[in-house]
């Protein structure tokens, strides 16, 4: 068995490939990037000769087929969506099984931001989507569309819960990776980047749809800000979080659901800063004149941050997870919970973020390969990693020391 990953020098592609790596019955696992000398320093680390680096220009459509028909499945692992929907498109085409960690439900493609997603000539976004779905199906080919954290682990554990219940009424996801506690206070807005920070900002400025009241409406990403106290694993620490995108899936997989958002989890103060950014216009993308000069503020802004972002010597994070899922049961009110609190493994040079994106990809991909995940077409994690799947995953994730708590309270 052989498998592909498309971003293989970056943090998670990395974790993937070196996970993949332990499984005595993979015997082939290629990296793709742009430049030998990242996938060269990838495969010192990983430290396997099952690593095979492969320098590709994923623009050349026909190099990447050839490649992909090399191999059985493909992990991609790319930052935006002019590059997934690239490597997505190829695949589909070559007829090689995928799995993609971008928060993006491809089938109902996000409008807004598209990160310079190139639609067919002749198609809109929308048929674009359905298009991509249909022709899957079509070439017999299984891509699992959204695994990683979120989406990933908050969308196989909120679609557990939700299947616990004869009705489920309201579900809302709560997740995110943070710096320790102790980074954070060196940091500015209390973060630190343990993911493409240009991404994260899309996250934050673009309109979204949640399910409020039954119906999908379209809100501000940032608000409906929310405090709740983390005091699970040993740990007691007050958070907050707020609407970000990043479970699409579920307007579509679950519309029965009354309420349905995800939301992402920050230190205290961190979302008061970034709206006070938001209100300066220095998130925004539209170039403003400067001295005669042409600039756009969110780009001008990440140039200054980044450097003050980026993790000090030592420095560590943690990967937050608190799901609710609430409905009824034998005719009582019941809610499911799940709890989550990742760390760093300092011993191997692996962020928490690097092992809860890039581990649930990795067992995905293994999934794939040893016929497990059968469905074709575009296939949401909810809807294939379920029943005694959904057991096997959750056995995988505590042999990586990735523990996920489930508790479930009726009303009296």
């Not at 969506?81 to 090689?96: D, F, P």
């Not at 198609?123 to 891509?143: I, S």
């Not at 309109?207 to 409406?217: E, S």
């Not at 539209?286 to 990440?302: A, Q």
Request: proline content about 4%; glycine content about 8%; overall charge negative.
């Amino acid at each position: 068995m052989k498998a592909l990953v498309f971003g293989g020098s970056g943090k998670i592609g990395s974790a993937v490939a070196w996970d993949l790596a332990k499984d005595d019955e993979i015997e082939a696992i290629g990296i793709v990037g742009r430049h030998i000398e990242s996938l060269e320093r990838t495969r010192r680390w990983i430290g396997s000769d099952k690593i095979i680096p492969h320098v590709l220009d994923i623009n050349n459509k026909t190099e990447m087929i050839r490649l992909m028909r090399q191999y059985d499945v493909g992990a991609i692992t790319l930052p935006d969506r002019k590059t997934s929907y690239k490597v997505v498109h190829c695949a589909i085409e070559a007829g090689l099984n995928i799995v993609d960690t971008i928060e993006e439900f491809h089938r109902t493609p996000d409008p807004y931001e598209t990160e310079g997603l190139e639609v067919p000539k002749g198609m809109t976004l929308k048929e674009y989507g359905e298009w991509l779905h249909e022709k899957a199906v079509e070439n017999g080919v299984t891509f699992v569309d959204g695994m990683g954290f979120a989406p990933g682990l908050s969308n196989i554990t909120v679609g557990e819960g939700i299947r616990k219940m004869d009705v489920a009424e309201r579900a809302i996801a709560r997740v995110g990776g943070i710096p320790s506690k102790e980074a954070a206070r060196k940091h500015p807005l209390r973060y630190m980047i343990t993911w493409a920070f240009e991404h994260v900002l899309r996250e934050y400025m673009i309109k979204l749809n949640v399910i409020k009241d039954g119906k999908i409406v379209e809100v501000d990403a940032g608000t409906d800000l929310e405090k709740f106290r983390f005091n699970k694993f040993g740990k007691d620490e007050e958070l907050e979080c707020a609407i970000t995108p990043g479970m699409p899936s579920f307007l579509f997989t679950r519309p029965q659901l009354k309420e349905f958002a995800e939301k992402t989890i920050r230190w205290p103060g961190h979302w008061e800063g970034v709206q006070t950014l938001k209100e300066c216009g220095l998130l925004d993308l539209e170039p403003v004149d400067f001295e005669g000069v042409k600039i756009s503020p969110r780009k001008f802004f990440l140039s200054i941050i980044t450097p003050r972002l980026l993790p000090n010597e030592g420095e560590t994070d943690v990967c937050v997870m608190y799901n609710t899922v609430e409905g009824k049961k034998d005719g009582k009110k019941v809610k499911v919970e799940y709890f989550m609190w990742d760390e760093a493994d300092t011993k191997n040079g692996i962020s928490s973020m690097m092992r809860v994106t890039g581990f649930p990809l990795a067992i995905a991909t293994k999934m794939i390969l040893s016929g497990k995940i059968k469905e074709k077409g575009i296939v949401a994690p909810e809807d294939c990693i379920k029943g005694e799947l959904y057991k096997a995953f959750l056995t995988e994730l505590e042999k990586r020391n990735i523990k996920i708590l489930e508790e479930v309270s009726y009303e009296k």
